[in-house]
């Protein structure tokens, strides 16, 4: 791990701040690296007000092709490494493996969906951990899938998980697959209990989040169909059906709109991404509040001040001050740009209204990857900064103001 003094991150915020103090106690900032290039993809606040971050990093081994493992970080609540594993470990120079997806188990540990990379093919993989770490003997790679797990969570039978993937391009437009997995018996491995393929267009990125209502699965992704732009599209389906209740394209025709992430908010979901009017038009961070039934409740785009390019919108969370907050990434001009691209926080009211916007960033690379809320009321967000050409880790927290202090 590798931690760079608080200089090294300029906090500028657009709605003008003058000076930046240290990092106290409550906040923080935190760069994980281990000499090779990290991505990060997700993190989550553990039971005793720690912080669970998965990522994927690219082993460079001489005279080969590199090689990929997950990496799982657990931190205290003040950001402090507290253990760091790699699988597979990293004297094996074998096995390729990239984890994409993160949950908890309710059995105790924590589960991870992503893939087991075979001569360049990816089939699926689910890894089961426990608190601390440890590989339990729940583990398999399912040959019967050349999918990338993207998302998991528990399903209502205790051992079991429903995993949500892509299957590989260009075969078919049904390229979503959603399955039930089950601990075999008697095995160290899972099987699928059953499977169901979707799709309705070309594939153009599935979100990692998978989530259960009323006994009926949600899932979103970003399709493009014939030659329209990309549209998201939101599926609502019971568990092992043919058929679904709804595939929702969202969004006026002729506007491209890509989604990155999707919450629950209380019986709907917020979705964030971002979204553009027309060719000619820079994308501008969109939010989406979409009902369980698929209806489209409200969609709103947020330019960022100083905006010079397109903007994302990387992850979103509900505030415990009332709204939500929106992670976004994107270039920002003039004293207010810290390096390519930034870091930035949208703070949104419950009306849609854009009441503060915030950003951080080192002189070089920033990527938003995810945001949470903690039990203490703060702001986590977890990004992937490139720092001299390698991929780092970053850790920060805010207060519920998205202030560092």
Not at 381 to 389: K, M, Q, R, V
């Amino acid at each position: 791990m590798k931690k760079f003094v608080f200089a090294l991150l300029v906090l500028a915020s657009c709605a003008k701040e003058d000076s930046v103090g240290p990092a106290s106690a409550k906040t923080f900032i935190r760069y994980f690296n281990g000499g090779n290039s990290d991505e990060a993809k997700a993190i989550l606040e553990t039971s005793d007000k720690g912080l669970l971050i998965l990522a994927t990093t690219q082993v460079a081994i001489e005279g080969a092709d590199p090689i990929f493992k997950i990496k799982l970080i657990k931190t205290d609540a003040f950001g402090n490494l507290i253990w760091q594993k790699l699988y597979p470990e990293i004297n094996n120079t074998t096995d390729s493996y990239k984890g994409n997806g993160l949950s908890v188990d309710p059995a105790g540990g924590y589960v991870i969906v992503g893939e087991d990379i075979q001569q360049s093919k990816s089939k699926l993989l689910i890894l089961v951990v426990g608190e601390d770490g440890t590989e339990i003997s729940k583990k398999t790679m399912m040959s019967t899938f050349p999918a990338k797990g993207l998302g998991v969570m528990p399903s209502p039978t205790v051992g079991n998980f429903y995993v949500l993937g892509s299957l590989p391009e260009g075969a078919s437009s049904n390229n979503i697959i959603l399955t039930e997995c089950r601990p075999k018996t008697a095995t160290l491995h899972f099987d699928s209990l059953w499977y169901q393929i979707y799709g309705a267009g070309t594939l153009n990125g599935l979100m990692n989040r998978i989530y259960t209502y009323q006994s009926n699965i949600f899932f979103a992704a970003n399709v493009a169909k014939d030659s329209n732009p990309i549209q998201v599209q939101f599926t609502k389906t019971p568990p092992n059906s043919k058929g679904t209740i709804g595939d929702f394209s969202l969004g006026e025709p002729g506007t491209e709109e890509i989604g990155d992430d999707l919450v629950p908010f209380g019986f709907d979901f917020l979705l964030v991404g971002q979204s553009k009017a027309n060719a000619t038009a820079d994308f501008l961070v969109m939010l989406k509040n979409i009902s369980s039934a698929g209806i489209e409740i409200s969609s709103k785009t947020y330019p960022i001040p100083s905006q010079e390019g397109p903007a994302n919108g990387n992850g979103v969370c509900i505030s415990r001050n009332g709204g939500t907050v929106i992670l976004a990434t994107s270039k920002l001009s003039g004293n207010l740009g810290r390096g390519e691209t930034d870091y930035c926080l949208i703070r949104v009211d419950g009306d849609g209204t854009q009441l503060w916007t915030k950003s951080y960033g080192s002189k070089y690379e920033d990527v938003g990857v995810g945001i949470i809320t903690t039990s203490d009321g703060g702001h986590v967000i977890l990004g992937t900064t490139n720092l001299a050409n390698t991929k780092s880790i970053l850790v920060m927290k805010t207060d519920s103001n998205g202030n560092i202090e």
